[in-house]
């Protein structure tokens, strides 16, 4: 039978390889005095990443000023005007073609 400190000793073991597998994969290093820090990446990749990400909210928020200015001039009171307008004129064409028709 195993002995109980060869089972302490191996649980140990593995979770200090499961600690260290962690900090590999966060990027952490170890200085000769036993200090962490983090290392620093130079992956070209996650730059392009960030900048296409960068333009993407620029594009973002040009698209979202756009709507607003939509939404925001077609509640004035001039705009609501101007469609009133426009519509009247759409109904006035389309009276002389009615006319047409009728006399058909």
């Known amino acids: 039978m195993i002995q109980s400190w060869a089972i302490v000793a191996i649980i140990a073991i593995i979770v200090w390889g499961v600690v ?3 900090k590999a994969r966060a990027g952490i290093i170890s200085d000769e005095d036993g200090n962490e820090r983090l290392a ?4 070209s990749r996650s730059l392009a990443e960030i900048e296409t990400a ?5 594009e973002l928020k040009e698209r979202v000023k756009v709507l607003e200015r939509i939404v925001t001039d077609s ?3 001039d705009a609501r005007e101007q469609a009133r307008i426009a519509a009247e004129i759409e109904a006035l064409r389309a009276l002389p073609q009615a006319k047409e028709e009728q006399s058909k």
């Open 20 to 22: 260290q597998y962690a």
């Open 54 to 58: 960068r333009r993407e909210v620029t």
């Open 40 to 43: 620093l990446r130079d992956d």
């Open 75 to 77: 509640n004035t009171g």
